[in-house]
């Protein structure tokens, strides 16, 4: 047996779920133009009138039957609804506020595409369909139909109305879901440039720490070999392998995933011996900062020197344009890796992105890419930045 059902009727289960509605608004209309059909509406009754039959109940049925055909024939649909309802007021039958006719203009007001709300075609059919329904009318009572020029004249309007604000108001949201893709993808797409951006100058930061490891190891290569003594030869030697192997350590770890450098004027690497003239820096400017250091003091790979200086210069410059007072650095030398924090009061919105702007993200680009992390985020009435850089060398700092 197979496990797979014929085509036609797999069509007919997807095809179910979108009809249901369709079905259960011609249920409704049908029930009430069935109910107006027997009873009357808000006319006064008028003697003379055709009572309920089988011709009565087929022209309703045509009123309400042809609804769920409006996605692919609107306008056809509504002359049909409006053509059952005049026949019905030209035979005498009770035809006041039959709603097929106004659902079907409400639907066909919402599926237009046009930006104008009246087009020539569908206002002479809308219009030409409520001049025959009134001229049946007053054919059928021979008279000026007066109560079924208001109770059909204007519930046909206010239903075209009701469609034409459906329609705007899908039109808007479509648009407003238009805008906030659009500004996801410029969102990315400048994200994707910070990075970029930061990768750059991480790059030009390596090479220069690089191109000096190098020339130094050339500079104590020469020393090495013109001096006579075996001994100092031998601990010149030591000290150009330690400082290779550290050189190599820092390529390895980060010039694979970064671009070539741009071409423009590049300062020096900054470390944290420059930590110092960097807050002076932001006391010239007005920013208060306090500086708290604990734990024994560690050397840092050159990497890893440069993303500590580069995250406390970037916190500090937050703290100056976004924040309200001073700011608190703390620098604390644990086993693994240097804590930074950096703590500022804010006040209004702040910096509430969980992203951050691109001094963030350049932060967090350039800690990740050796080993580390780095949280940002605002509690309460201030701004904290922490982040954790692996040292990247084993040994203790030499000059603590």
Same mark, same amino acid.
């Given at each position: 047996?197979?496990?797979?059902?014929?085509?036609?009727?797999? #069509?007919?289960?997807?095809?179910?779920?979108?009809? /249901?509605?369709?079905?259960?608004?011609?249920?409704?209309?049908?029930?009430?133009?069935?109910?107006?059909?027997?009873?009357?509406?808000?006319?006064?009754?008028?003697?003379?009138?055709?009572?309920?039959?089988?011709?009565?109940?087929?022209?309703?049925?045509?009123?309400?039957?042809?609804?769920?055909?409006?996605?692919? #024939?609107?306008?056809?649909? #509504?002359?049909?609804?409006?053509?059952?309802?005049?026949?019905?007021?030209?035979?005498?039958?009770? *035809?006041?506020?039959?709603?097929?006719?106004?659902?079907? +203009?409400?639907?066909?007001?919402?599926?237009?595409?046009?930006? %104008?709300?009246?087009?020539?075609?569908?206002? *002479?059919?809308?219009? !030409?369909?409520?001049?025959?329904? /009134?001229?049946?009318?007053?054919?059928?009572?021979?008279? #000026?139909?007066?109560?079924?020029?208001?109770?059909?004249?204007?519930?046909?309007?206010?239903?075209?109305?009701?469609?034409?604000?459906?329609? =705007?108001?899908?039109?808007?949201?479509?648009?407003?879901?238009?805008?906030?893709?659009?500004?996801?993808?410029?969102?990315?797409?400048?994200?994707?440039?910070?990075?970029?951006?930061?990768?750059?100058?991480?790059?030009?930061?390596?090479?220069?720490?690089?191109?000096?490891?190098?020339?130094?190891?050339? @500079?104590? *290569?020469?020393?090495?070999?013109?001096?006579?003594?075996?001994?100092?030869?031998?601990?010149?030697?030591?000290?150009?392998?330690?400082?290779?192997?550290?050189? @190599?350590?820092?390529?390895?770890?980060?010039?694979?995933?970064?671009?070539?450098?741009?071409?423009?004027?590049?300062?020096?690497?900054?470390?944290?011996?420059?930590?110092?003239?960097?807050?002076?820096?932001?006391?010239?400017?007005?920013?208060?900062?306090?500086?708290?250091? %604990?734990?024994?003091?560690?050397?840092?790979?050159?990497?890893?020197?440069? *993303?500590?200086?580069?995250? +406390?210069?970037?916190?500090?410059?937050?703290?100056?344009?976004?924040?309200?007072?001073?700011?608190?650095?703390?620098?604390?030398?644990?086993?693994?890796?240097?804590?930074?924090?950096?703590?500022?009061?804010?006040?209004?919105?702040?910096?509430?992105?969980?992203?951050?702007?691109?001094?963030?993200?350049?932060?967090?680009?350039?800690? %990740? =890419?050796?080993?580390?992390?780095?949280?940002?985020?605002?509690?309460?009435?201030?701004?904290?930045?922490?982040?954790?850089?692996?040292? !990247?060398?084993?040994?203790?700092?030499?000059?603590?």
């Amino acid at each position: 047996m197979s496990s797979t059902a014929p085509a036609p009727r797999l #069509f007919a289960l997807r095809s179910l779920p979108r009809a /249901l509605p369709d079905l259960a608004v011609v249920a409704v209309v049908l029930a009430v133009s069935l109910s107006l059909l027997t009873h009357g509406g808000p006319i006064p009754f008028r003697p003379g009138l055709r009572p309920p039959d089988v011709l009565g109940v087929v022209l309703v049925l045509c009123s309400a039957a042809p609804l769920p055909a409006w996605r692919r #024939f609107p306008l056809a649909v #509504f002359v049909v609804t409006a053509a059952a309802i005049t026949t019905l007021a030209g035979l005498d039958y009770r *035809a006041d506020l039959m709603p097929g006719p106004m659902v079907a +203009l409400y639907l066909l007001a919402t599926g237009r595409d046009r930006p %104008t709300a009246w087009t020539r075609p569908g206002s *002479a059919v809308v219009t !030409g369909m409520l001049v025959a329904y /009134l001229g049946a009318t007053a054919v059928a009572q021979r008279t #000026f139909p007066a109560y079924e020029l208001l109770h059909t004249g204007l519930p046909w309007a206010l239903a075209w109305s009701a469609g034409e604000r459906t329609r =705007l108001r899908r039109e808007q949201i479509a648009d407003l879901r238009r805008r906030a893709r659009h500004a996801e993808r410029e969102a990315e797409r400048d994200r994707r440039l910070a990075v970029a951006e930061e990768r750059a100058r991480i790059a030009r930061d390596l090479h220069d720490s690089a191109g000096h490891a190098v020339s130094l190891i050339a @500079v104590r *290569a020469g020393a090495a070999r013109l001096r006579r003594d075996p001994d100092r030869a031998l601990a010149t030697l030591r000290d150009i392998e330690e400082l290779a192997r550290r050189t @190599v350590r820092d390529i390895d770890q980060i010039i694979g995933t970064l671009r070539e450098p741009a071409d423009e004027d590049v300062q020096p690497p900054a470390g944290l011996a420059s930590l110092d003239t960097l807050i002076a820096q932001h006391r010239a400017t007005g920013l208060e900062v306090l500086l708290d250091v %604990t734990g024994p003091r560690r050397s840092l790979s050159g990497a890893a020197d440069q *993303a500590a200086y580069r995250i +406390l210069q970037e916190a500090l410059r937050n703290a100056a344009r976004h924040g309200t007072g001073g700011a608190r650095a703390g620098l604390h030398f644990t086993g693994a890796a240097l804590e930074i924090t950096v703590v500022n009061p804010v006040h209004g919105p702040g910096l509430s992105r969980s992203g951050g702007g691109h001094g963030l993200i350049g932060m967090r680009e350039r800690v %990740t =890419l050796i080993g580390g992390s780095l949280d940002a985020g605002r509690d309460g009435a201030t701004y904290r930045v922490h982040a954790r850089v692996p040292y !990247g060398d084993d040994r203790p700092c030499p000059e603590c």
